[in-house]
């Protein structure tokens, strides 16, 4: 057998993976050029119909170069979801030309290496913005530096898939005048860090925010003798665990923020659910227009009195107008015992026909109503092709 030279087939697929990111920049540009179609006709981002027979006749091409379908379907449903957002957030800029290319300042709970870190790097890819670093230590913090006119934007954490919905974000937004202006959804993949050599056995203190220790608590309840440090951020803990250099301590953490802080896994994927996700706001103190191409989504907050079937009445509005709600979530009243406030997403643009009828109505018949903002709708990104 004639002897394979390993550095010359790497070669070879370097060149290949070089060729590959230039015709993926070129398909993004291309995407460009339909979302400026799209305009032009009047025609939605998202077309479904499109997708499917995209996927089918590349998964039957693929299979005559014998690649699987399921490695066509995952790579193209990625790429397809870029485009869609790319388009999205071309219509987006031109509808908010104060989204362009600015330098935010960005209020964010922590510093580099958390989670909403990362969120804030996401929302900035996604107007091509530069950040203006304004770490704050609690969520309030965060409302306020915005409220005030300190920070452009706040960035928060508002439900996640393993510990559920936030409750002091649902809490602060009761009260605030800020608006919804964006959402993220960031993969969480929680580690067991550590500073220097060690191993789980010697472990007797673990760091972390409440959020992630609340997220991986099957494995932290798997644990002998553990004592649990609850810190302010994912950040301040990372960064306590790398100012102690005890090998009996550990910290909660992304692998990506470990190695900025010089950590190391001793625990990949530690979290109770595999599949993690983060939902994120994006706040502002002006609202946002959403085009009607984009799919949009729109938070409202509202309370009925203790009136008996007043929330079913309330509820049976959405459904008579065609107005799809996606979440509800419950928070007491302070100062008004026994009260609660409903939260409530809907798949609706605040600006469609529907959804002002539907408003109109509810108004009338609720004690409280506010509109917490429209915005584009991420979640589908997650649950089909584009």
């Known amino acids: 057998m004639e002897k394979i030279d390993l550095n010359q087939i790497r070669t070879q697929i370097t060149a290949l993976d070089e060729q590959l990111l230039q015709l993926l920049a070129d398909r993004r540009a291309l995407s460009i050029q339909v979302v400026k179609s799209k305009i032009q006709d009047q025609k939605p981002i998202r077309d479904s119909y499109r997708e499917t027979l995209l996927l089918e006749n590349l998964a039957e091409k693929g299979k005559k170069l014998d690649l699987k379908?399921?490695?066509?379907?995952?790579?193209?449903?990625?790429?397809?979801?870029?485009?869609?957002?790319?388009q999205q957030d071309f219509l987006m800029q031109l509808d908010n030309p104060s989204l362009k290319s600015a330098e935010y300042k960005i209020a964010y709970l922590g510093s580099k290496g958390s989670y909403s870190h990362a969120a804030v790097e996401k929302?900035?890819?996604?107007?091509?913005?530069?950040?203006?670093?304004?770490?704050?230590?609690?969520?309030?913090?965060?409302?306020?530096?915005?409220?005030?006119?300190e920070a452009d934007l706040g960035v928060l954490p508002i439900e996640n898939t393993s510990s559920g919905s936030i409750?002091?974000?649902?809490?602060?937004?009761?009260?605030?005048?800020?608006?919804?202006?964006?959402?993220?959804?960031?993969?969480?993949k929680h580690n067991l860090l550590v500073s220097c050599e060690t191993d789980l056995s010697e472990i007797t203190t673990i760091y972390g925010h409440h959020q992630p220790i609340a997220q991986c608590s099957?494995?932290?309840?798997?644990?002998?003798?553990?004592?649990?440090?609850?810190?302010?951020?994912t950040s301040s803990a990372l960064?306590?665990?790398?100012?102690?250099?005890?090998?009996?301590?550990?910290?909660?953490?992304?692998?990506?923020?470990?190695?900025?802080?010089?950590?190391?896994?001793?625990?990949?994927?530690?979290?109770?659910?595999?599949?993690n996700q983060t939902r994120f706001i994006v706040v502002a103190r002006e609202a946002v227009n959403v085009p009607f191409a984009c799919a949009a989504k729109t938070s409202l907050i509202l309370s009925v009195g203790q009136r008996p079937g007043a929330l079913v009445d309330a509820l049976m509005i959405f459904k008579k107008h065609s107005v799809n709600m996606c979440k509800i979530e419950s928070r007491p009243i302070k100062g008004r015992p026994w009260e609660e406030m409903f939260y409530i997403d809907v798949t609706e643009n605040l600006?469609?026909?529907a959804m002002q009828l539907a408003i109109k109505e509810l108004k009338a018949s609720v004690s409280d109503f506010s509109e917490l903002g429209c915005y584009i709708n991420r979640t589908i990104f997650s649950e089909e092709a584009s």
């Open 69 to 86: 379908s399921e490695y066509i379907n995952r790579v193209y449903r990625s790429i397809i979801e870029d485009s869609v957002e790319l």
């Open 123 to 149: 929302y900035l890819a996604s107007v091509n913005g530069g950040l203006i670093d304004f770490g704050c230590t609690s969520f309030d913090a965060i409302f306020a530096a915005v409220e005030n006119k």
């Open 167 to 188: 409750n002091e974000v649902y809490d602060l937004l009761q009260t605030t005048r800020l608006k919804i202006i964006d959402e993220l959804y960031i993969p969480v």
């Open 218 to 233: 099957d494995f932290l309840n798997e644990l002998d003798d553990i004592e649990v440090k609850v810190m302010d951020s």
């Open 239 to 275: 960064s306590e665990v790398q100012a102690l250099k005890d090998p009996k301590i550990a910290v909660l953490g992304s692998a990506e923020a470990g190695k900025h802080y010089g950590l190391q896994s001793i625990r990949a994927d530690v979290a109770n659910q595999k599949d």
């Open 351 to 353: 600006k469609s026909e």
